[in-house]
């Protein structure tokens, strides 16, 4: 059964750093394509940033470039999310997710179908 579960967030103050993992069971994340999305009540989901399941190419939104960096982790069958420079409007409930239908056309890129398998997400809190 695939199932993903993210952990690490918490209540920080603006500029700090957070990493958060996103472990997977069920599947390789070798092998399949892992975004973080985040989730703001009152608003729609957005992505954050995704890996490639092709050829490992990393992909960000905009609003994250230069400030987060996803990675697999290392022998632990994990996708990591390392979050610098956090700023206040960075506040959310942050879920990972791998391969689904869930069609998200700005990050076809990196997962052409969309995404699914969807985490229950670890919440970020950034105070300023």
């Known amino acids: 059964q695939v199932q993903l579960v993210e952990s690490g967030g918490g209540s920080v103050q603006a500029g700090d750093s957070l990493k958060l993992s996103c472990a997977a069971s069920?599947?390789?994340?070798?092998?399949?394509?892992i975004a973080w999305f985040r989730q703001i009540p009152g608003k729609e989901r957005e992505g954050v940033a995704c890996?490639?399941?092709?050829?490992?190419?990393?992909f960000y939104a905009d609003f994250v470039k230069g400030r987060f960096t996803i990675a697999r982790g290392d022998g632990e069958n994990t996708v990591i999310l390392q979050m610098n420079n956090l700023k206040p409007e960075d506040t959310a409930n942050y879920v990972c997710?791998?391969?689904?239908?869930?069609?998200?056309?700005?990050?076809?890129?990196?997962?052409?179908?969309?995404?699914?398998?969807w985490g229950q997400g670890t919440q970020v809190t950034v105070s300023s």
């Open positions: 069920g599947f390789n994340v070798d092998y399949y394509s």
């Open positions: 997710a791998t391969d689904g239908t869930d069609y998200y056309p700005e990050w076809a890129d990196c997962a052409i179908l969309g995404f699914g398998s």
């Open positions: 890996i490639s399941n092709l050829d490992g190419r990393t």
